[in-house]
């Protein structure tokens, strides 16, 4: 059963404050399927079910540069094998850890994790590096001695021409391939010489029930897979501890880089340190939660799923569209990152970006994808695309939320070609056509290109829909830098386009859109989850809009799990055909269908963003999946994952729906708004530290007796009723219950302090204002508990100070207002 816990501070396996609660997914060490994905900019590791490493990737090279690395002990005075007892995951954003107990009454704590640290330009990146830390504690009334082998497959995935030695200076083991001499990898250990090394070709000796012999401290006739053996020889007294670490550190280039980066991988205890603040540095960043776990949970591994794949390669910042299996990034899944990744590290987002404008084909057009080592592109020949239109919407949202205008500017020349050739592609009809007679990616224009024997090509209304989405914002760019002609020019297309959309591409029988009108000339009228991209991109009128939110919220579309590409009564179903486009449950789409309903049905909103988000911990051995880690799709009936482990392009299209579906913060319209949508169980909302031009936005909304009230620190038009505030003091304030939800928004005359609970039950608390500087104060307390405000006498600094008390009832909200 898997537990989503606040875990206590032990020894320095844990960094964080009762302000700053870290909370983890704690598990039976028999429950995974598979283990963790966790990337640094440099490399990324994949583990196994067991706990252990199966996997170091680089993506400068694109090669596992390292196997397994494993950790396997022998009691010293028997030779027999130690065994474990049952133990525990504990699922990090950063790291995964495993404890367990051996035979001997020593219990393990296991910490794994690739190396980061506050960076501040690309030659501060951290090296490629993974730490394997094990913390022992003998817990028996007894001397254990006991013997410790850790041991890792060196070739990975190269070619099998592998050469290894022990380098002393280094410390370890290093191995690279004969045919490409720059691959290096470097096996040690940390703090200390091994008591014993080898490099052989004898898998058993990790599996033997006998302890290993004495090792040969040389290279012995390894094959083509060579094994290396690190020894550690460990006596513990009743009550003692101690730390064994492993570093396995790569280089692409030469000995000379993997030598001058073994000075810059810090002591274990460092680099676990920094690589916890490098990621809450940017968890703390759009901060959304709501009375509902899931989502709460949702928008914090939404972000620490980005940070996993972000990727420095040779050609710059990127990812990949499968981690640790492919060296290409795709055009459309970069647009839909920058989506939110905006509101986590624009910086990404913009690099990533410009990557697209900087490999555009000559007469416009956007590629399909680059490959990160060396900027080989690709775009099965197709003459229009969606990666175009995407790209375009992306850096239009970018400028919306960073108020980046040098990047607008340097970007729009591309642009502005990208769309007038998409334009130049416009059948008799006025919609955009594509030409392709292929199958597959040489015959789907859009998303689900990978379905064999299938074709969608001619007048996609997902393509239509997103080029009249992006040339209204190429309008807006054009404005923006104040070429007013060429502002009218886009709109005037895009108004015609959206006019074609709705007169060619809507199905009289229905009053819904055609998948395609086809280059044979068929009306395709099958009824998909595609039906979303007019509402998401503003082409269908609002009625029609409404009425495919209530045709894609049919129980025929809906899983536990998310929604099916196709309904399950659809003559083309099958619950794995076509990689799931045909059937599946694809969890991208919950997010798209997430934003598009907020509008008009908050509560189906609020459940696509729950349920997809909590399937992945519900029961991740049956279900393929890992907790807090976005799957891929999943199988249409049983609901277990068949695609990736870790989807790079479901987490921020998640976040992205969070802000600004359900927190409302409306930025695609010429002016900025926030009308947060609240499901019908909602009754508050809160959002912090939500980057935005240059500086954050924090919002609370509430439903009071009179409405829906909506606090913030911008002066940005709300449908509910406002008050604005000069900043948000948050970090100002300490709260009782770690689970609560605590925001602090403050004028110079006044404070208002928000609790909201998500818990199933009523809590009692105790919110306290650390800068109160004057003598007294008038506070005010309002609780759903009772449901309107109760004036105090006035307070004294102290009481303040140390905690003003409330009753917060299951799913409600307190506030207390602090008045000078």
Same mark, same amino acid.
């Given at each position: 059963?898997?537990?989503? &816990?606040?875990?206590?501070?032990?020894?320095?396996?844990?960094?964080?404050?009762?302000?700053?609660?870290?909370?983890?997914?704690?598990?039976?060490?028999?429950?995974?399927?598979?283990?963790?994905?966790?990337?640094?900019?440099?490399?990324?590791?994949?583990?196994?079910?067991?706990?252990?490493?199966?996997?170091?990737?680089?993506?400068?090279?694109?090669?596992?540069?390292?196997?397994?690395?494993?950790?396997?002990?022998?009691?010293?005075?028997?030779?027999?094998?130690?065994?474990?007892?049952?133990? $525990?995951?504990?699922?990090?954003?950063?790291?995964?850890?495993?404890?367990?107990?051996?035979?001997?009454?020593?219990?393990?704590?296991?910490?794994?994790?690739?190396?980061?640290?506050?960076?501040?330009?690309?030659?501060?990146?951290?090296?490629?590096?993974?730490?394997?830390?094990?913390?022992?504690?003998?817990?028996?009334?007894?001397?254990?001695?006991?013997?410790?082998?850790?041991?890792?497959?060196?070739?990975?995935?190269?070619?099998?021409?592998?050469?290894?030695?022990?380098?002393?200076?280094?410390?370890?083991?290093?191995?690279?391939?004969?045919?490409?001499?720059?691959?290096?990898?470097?096996?040690?250990? @940390?703090?200390?010489?091994?008591?014993?090394?080898?490099? !052989?070709?004898?898998?058993?000796?990790?599996?033997?029930?006998?302890?290993?012999?004495?090792?040969?401290?040389?290279?012995?006739?390894?094959?083509?897979?060579?094994?290396?053996?690190?020894?550690?020889?460990?006596?513990?007294?009743?009550?003692?501890?101690?730390?064994?670490?492993?570093?396995?550190?790569?280089?692409?280039?030469?000995?000379?880089?993997?030598?001058?980066?073994?000075?810059?991988? /810090?002591?274990?205890?460092?680099?676990?340190?920094?690589?916890?603040?490098?990621?809450?540095?940017?968890?703390?960043?759009?901060?959304?939660?709501?009375?509902?776990?899931?989502?709460?949970?949702?928008?914090?591994?939404?972000?620490?799923?980005?940070?996993?794949?972000?990727?420095?390669?040779?050609?710059?910042?990127?990812?990949?569209?499968?981690?640790?299996?492919?060296?290409?990034?795709?055009?459309?899944?970069?647009?839909?990152?920058?989506?939110?990744?905006?509101?986590?590290?624009?910086?990404?987002?913009? $690099?990533?970006?410009?990557?697209?404008?900087?490999?555009?084909?000559?007469?416009?057009?956007?590629?399909?994808?680059?490959?990160?080592? !060396?900027?080989?592109?690709?775009?099965?020949?197709?003459?229009?695309?969606?990666?175009?239109?995407?790209?375009?919407?992306?850096?239009?949202?970018?400028?919306?939320?960073?108020?980046?205008?040098?990047?607008?500017?340097?970007?729009?020349?591309?642009?502005? +070609?990208?769309?007038?050739?998409?334009?130049?592609?416009?059948?008799?009809?006025?919609?955009?056509?594509?030409?392709?007679?292929?199958?597959?990616?040489?015959?789907?224009?859009?998303?689900?290109?990978?379905?064999?024997?299938?074709?969608?090509?001619?007048?996609?209304? &997902?393509? !239509?829909?997103?080029?009249?989405?992006?040339?209204?914002?190429?309008?807006?760019?054009?404005?923006?830098?104040?070429? =007013?002609?060429?502002? +009218?020019?886009?709109?005037?297309?895009?108004?015609?386009?959206?006019?074609?959309?709705?007169?060619?591409?809507?199905?009289? &029988?229905?009053?819904?859109?055609?998948?395609?009108?086809?280059?044979?000339?068929?009306?395709?009228?099958?009824?998909?989850?595609?039906?979303?991209?007019?509402?998401?991109?503003?082409?269908?009128?609002?009625?029609?809009?409404?009425?495919?939110?209530?045709?894609?919220?049919?129980?025929?579309?809906?899983?536990?799990?998310?929604?099916?590409?196709?309904?399950?009564?659809?003559?083309?179903?099958?619950?794995?055909?076509?990689?799931?486009?045909?059937?599946?449950?694809? @969890?991208?789409?919950?997010?798209?269908?997430?934003?598009?309903?907020?509008?008009?049905?908050?509560?189906?909103?609020?459940?696509?963003?729950?349920?997809?988000?909590?399937?992945?911990?519900?029961?991740?051995?049956?279900?393929?999946?890992?907790?807090?880690?976005?799957?891929?799709?999943?199988?249409?009936?049983?609901?277990?994952?068949?695609?990736?482990?870790?989807?790079?392009?479901?987490? /921020?299209?998640?976040?992205?729906?969070?802000?600004?579906? =359900?927190?409302?913060?409306?930025?695609?319209?010429?002016?900025?708004?926030?009308?947060?949508?609240?499901?019908?169980?909602?009754?508050?909302?809160?959002?912090?530290?939500?980057?935005? +031009?240059?500086?954050?936005?924090?919002?609370?909304?509430?439903?009071?007796?009179?409405?829906?009230?909506?606090?913030?620190?911008?002066?940005?038009?709300?449908?509910?009723?406002?008050?604005?505030?000069?900043?948000?003091?948050?970090?100002?304030?300490?709260?009782?219950?770690?689970?609560?939800?605590?925001?602090?928004?403050?004028?110079?005359?006044?404070?208002?302090?928000?609790?909201?609970?998500?818990?199933?039950?009523?809590?009692?608390?105790?919110?306290?204002?650390?800068?109160?500087?004057?003598?007294?104060?008038?506070?005010?307390?309002?609780?759903?508990?009772?449901?309107?405000?109760? &004036?105090?006498?006035?307070?004294?600094?102290?009481?303040?100070?140390?905690?003003?008390?409330?009753?917060?009832?299951?799913?409600?909200?307190?506030?207390?207002?602090?008045?000078?």
């Amino acid at each position: 059963m898997t537990r989503y &816990e606040l875990l206590p501070v032990s020894t320095d396996l844990a960094h964080h404050s009762v302000a700053d609660p870290r909370f983890a997914y704690v598990l039976p060490d028999t429950e995974m399927a598979q283990g963790s994905t966790i990337g640094a900019p440099r490399c990324c590791l994949v583990l196994k079910p067991t706990g252990a490493i199966q996997k170091i990737y680089s993506p400068d090279a694109g090669y596992d540069f390292l196997g397994a690395v494993e950790v396997h002990y022998w009691n010293r005075r028997s030779k027999i094998r130690l065994g474990r007892r049952q133990g $525990e995951f504990h699922i990090h954003p950063e790291r995964q850890d495993h404890i367990f107990t051996l035979d001997n009454g020593v219990t393990v704590h296991e910490q794994i994790f690739p190396y980061n640290s506050d960076w501040t330009t690309t030659q501060t990146i951290p090296p490629p590096a993974v730490y394997y830390r094990i913390h022992f504690k003998n817990t028996s009334q007894s001397e254990v001695a006991f013997d410790s082998y850790a041991f890792c497959e060196l070739r990975g995935n190269t070619a099998h021409d592998v050469v290894a030695e022990y380098d002393g200076a280094l410390g370890g083991i290093v191995a690279w391939n004969r045919s490409s001499p720059s691959q290096l990898r470097l096996f040690a250990m @940390l703090g200390g010489t091994p008591d014993g090394w080898e490099i !052989n070709a004898d898998p058993a000796m990790p599996v033997s029930h006998f302890a290993p012999r004495k090792l040969a401290d040389a290279a012995t006739p390894a094959g083509d897979n060579p094994i290396g053996v690190l020894h550690a020889a460990l006596e513990l007294q009743p009550g003692d501890e101690r730390w064994l670490e492993f570093l396995c550190l790569l280089s692409p280039t030469s000995r000379e880089d993997l030598t001058a980066s073994r000075p810059r991988c /810090p002591s274990g205890s460092e680099a676990s340190r920094s690589t916890t603040q490098y990621y809450w540095n940017f968890l703390r960043r759009a901060v959304l939660r709501t009375p509902n776990v899931d989502v709460n949970h949702g928008v914090l591994w939404a972000k620490a799923n980005m940070l996993r794949v972000q990727t420095y390669a040779p050609t710059g910042w990127c990812f990949t569209n499968d981690p640790t299996r492919s060296n290409n990034s795709v055009g459309r899944d970069t647009a839909w990152m920058s989506f939110g990744a905006d509101y986590l590290n624009p910086d990404f987002a913009r $690099e990533s970006l410009g990557a697209y404008f900087r490999l555009a084909e000559p007469q416009g057009k956007i590629v399909e994808y680059y490959d990160v080592r !060396n900027d080989k592109w690709e775009d099965y020949g197709l003459n229009v695309n969606d990666n175009t239109p995407l790209v375009v919407l992306a850096l239009w949202h970018h400028f919306s939320v960073t108020a980046d205008a040098d990047f607008l500017r340097a970007s729009y020349p591309r642009a502005a +070609r990208a769309m007038e050739y998409m334009l130049s592609q416009r059948n008799a009809d006025g919609l955009i056509w594509c030409t392709a007679t292929g199958e597959a990616d040489w015959g789907i224009v859009g998303w689900r290109n990978v379905i064999q024997n299938y074709r969608i090509s001619g007048a996609s209304t &997902e393509v !239509n829909s997103e080029c009249y989405a992006a040339m209204r914002a190429l309008g807006r760019i054009a404005g923006a830098l104040g070429d =007013a002609e060429k502002a +009218r020019e886009y709109a005037a297309h895009a108004d015609a386009l959206r006019e074609a959309i709705n007169k060619h591409l809507v199905n009289p &029988e229905n009053d819904l859109y055609f998948l395609t009108i086809d280059v044979d000339g068929s009306k395709r009228t099958e009824i998909t989850a595609d039906l979303i991209f007019p509402v998401l991109f503003g082409v269908a009128p609002p009625k029609r809009a409404a009425r495919i939110i209530t045709v894609l919220s049919d129980a025929g579309f809906w899983t536990d799990a998310g929604i099916r590409t196709i309904p399950r009564d659809a003559l083309a179903y099958g619950p794995v055909k076509g990689f799931g486009l045909l059937g599946g449950v694809w @969890l991208a789409v919950s997010y798209w269908f997430a934003f598009a309903a907020a509008k008009y049905q908050p509560s189906a909103m609020a459940t696509a963003l729950a349920c997809s988000f909590r399937h992945f911990s519900i029961d991740p051995r049956r279900n393929n999946t890992v907790p807090g880690q976005f799957a891929e799709w999943l199988h249409g009936e049983i609901l277990s994952n068949q695609g990736m482990m870790l989807s790079p392009w479901d987490a /921020p299209r998640y976040l992205w729906a969070a802000i600004e579906g =359900a927190g409302g913060l409306e930025i695609g319209e010429d002016a900025v708004a926030i009308n947060p949508a609240l499901a019908d169980d909602w009754r508050w909302l809160t959002a912090i530290d939500v980057p935005f +031009r240059g500086g954050s936005l924090a919002w609370i909304a509430c439903r009071m007796p009179d409405g829906l009230h909506v606090h913030a620190t911008a002066d940005l038009p709300s449908r509910a009723k406002r008050t604005i505030y000069a900043r948000d003091v948050t970090a100002a304030v300490r709260l009782a219950d770690p689970s609560a939800t605590v925001v602090a928004l403050a004028n110079d005359d006044r404070t208002l302090v928000f609790i909201g609970n998500s818990s199933p039950r009523t809590i009692a608390t105790a919110a306290a204002l650390d800068d109160a500087k004057n003598p007294h104060y008038r506070v005010r307390l309002f609780s759903t508990v009772w449901n309107e405000w109760e &004036e105090k006498s006035r307070v004294a600094r102290d009481v303040i100070v140390e905690g003003i008390p409330v009753v917060v009832d299951a799913g409600g909200f307190a506030m207390v207002e602090i008045l000078a």
